[in-house]
């Protein structure tokens, strides 16, 4: 079976950030499977365990720590893991690469995406030439779900008004509790996932629509779920609080603006922690100003980086943080556990996780 056909969601299921945490289990699985597994044939005469795909040249364009290397190393004496390997020899690369850098790499056969989006990778060109693109997703999902919470009860106790007002007393709007409202969640990847638990540890109600057919029985932490072509305008009805959590692509840029935002309850919230091209600015912003929905807690913008003197800032009932969401002291682990992990399995041929479908964007 090709990497290529191992879809992120069948492999990562229902356990969000665990799938991409067993990626140092299943490299193990394929280092012993390297080491242990004797070549059989079948009655012909036919290898039933592919050739490794050694020799394998690694191009390091971002950090991997030297544990992980020499762990790498260590799978063959015919894999070399530097980041001095010359880009014309490249079989793969850890690391944001550009079109101008695709372009001087005849030999390249797998790109790892440092992020979990990857529409800045050059996607037509990778599919032209039909290099495996894997991402980090769920690499960062716990982090983001966390600062979706944090995001959201700055708005909802008051938070962000107190700290901005430097005077003790309250006098904002009564703060509010979340037991028993209704999440939306839009995307229900490994960082929806990981929304839809805390949520339900919140005591709140969870529906969530995604672009992929998935079934509620099998997210123990969502009430209900459906194809977004189906479900977005129920779900956006029914919405106490609105969260993003979707990949950026042609499908999904702008699909939340003036209308969508108007069948939305009032006094309702919505947090944008995907990618701010998501929301169309404009409508949004007309939304907080007429007070139709009480809030929004941003991560991301349209335009990023939102500049010093947009409108957006001086609103009272928005939240903004600079794109540092995924952040935390593990979350770089994470992604370096599944290139690593993912070399063993390209090396050895088996399936790779967290493989973007490029067609698609995710």
């Known amino acids: 079976m090709d990497a290529s056909d191992i879809s ?7 356990a969000g950030v665990a799938g991409a945490a067993a ?3 299943l490299a193990a699985a394929a280092e012993a499977r390297a080491a242990a597994a004797t070549t059989t044939t079948t009655a012909t005469g036919t290898s039933q365990l592919d050739e490794p795909r050694l020799p394998l040249n690694v191009l390091l364009l971002a950090g991997l720590s030297a544990d992980r290397v020499a762990r790498l190393r260590e799978l063959s004496p015919q894999l070399t893991v530097s980041r001095e390997v010359d880009l014309a020899s490249a079989d793969v690369v850890f690391g944001p690469l550009s079109r101008e850098r695709l372009a001087r790499a005849p030999k390249l056969r797998w790109v790892q995406w440092l992020g979990a989006g990857v529409e800045h990778a050059p996607l037509e060109e990778l599919i032209a030439r039909d290099v495996i693109l894997t991402n980090a997703q769920g690499c960062y999902a716990p982090e983001i779900a966390e600062h979706v919470f944090a995001l959201l009860f700055a708005l909802t106790r008051g938070i962000a008004q107190e700290v901005r007002r430097r005077s003790w ?8 509790g979340l037991r028993g ?9 490994g960082i929806g996932r990981e929304t839809a638990r805390r949520a339900k540890a919140m005591d709140m109600k969870v529906i969530a629509v995604d672009a992929e057919p998935m079934l509620a029985e099998k997210f123990a932490y969502v009430d209900e779920v459906s194809l977004v072509e189906e ?4 779900l956006l009805k029914r919405a106490d609080v609105l969260v993003l959590a979707a990949p950026h692509t042609p499908r999904t840029r702008g699909m939340i603006g003036a209308e969508q935002l108007a ?3 009032k006094g309702s919230y919505l947090i944008n922690v995907a990618r701010g091209p998501l929301v169309k600015t404009g409508a949004l912003l007309d ?4 007070g139709h929905l ?31 969401a995924g952040r935390s002291q593990f979350s770089w682990d994470r992604v370096q556990d599944v290139f690593t992990g993912n070399v063993a399995r390209f090396v050895h041929r088996l399936p790779m996780v967290n493989v973007v479908d490029k067609r698609k964007g995710y």
């Open 8 to 14: 992120r969601r069948r492999l990562l299921g229902a």
């Open 23 to 25: 990626a140092v289990g």
């Open 287 to 290: 939304a907080l100003t007429s």
């Open 181 to 189: 409202m209704t999440m939306g969640i839009i995307g229900l990847g």
């Open 231 to 234: 479900g977005l305008t129920d």
């Open 294 to 324: 009480a809030g929004a807690g941003l991560d991301v913008t349209d335009p990023e980086p939102l500049p010093a003197d947009h409108p957006l800032w001086r609103q009272p009932n928005v939240v903004i943080t600079s794109h540092i």
């Open 169 to 176: 007393g309250y006098e904002g709007p009564s703060p509010v």
């Open 263 to 265: 069948a939305m309850k």
